[in-house]
């Protein structure tokens, strides 16, 4: 215990110690920032469930309302989507379509809607 207490108090071990100090306070400001990416910070969570073979989506909650409120509220009901540049479409918990970006995306409630459309059904979510 007498070796540590004098190699704590020589310039060597203050150096070490302001080091270890640095390095510790980094990864906690790292952790802290990787933390506060997993909070969803897009404003709304959407669940989806499957009732009798057709998934529906519920919104959860809703950040700053008013502009989100009135997105989700136009997607409700909606169960197919496909790109606004493509020729496929997808069921919302098909994750064939997850790499489209939602300004891209276009909404249909039945699969003759997304047909009619043009849109043919993507192998992936078969």
Known sequence: MEKIKQFMQSEQGKDILAVIIVILVGLGSFELGRLSKTIDSSGIKIEYTDQNGIQESNIISSINSSKKTTLVTNL??????ASNRGTKYYSIGCSGGKTIKQENR?????????????????????
């Open 106 to 126: 276009v909404y249909f409630t039945t699969k003759e809607e997304a047909e009619g459309a043009g849109y043919g059904l993507s192998g992936s979510c078969r």
């Open 76 to 81: 409700i009901g909606k169960n197919f989507f």
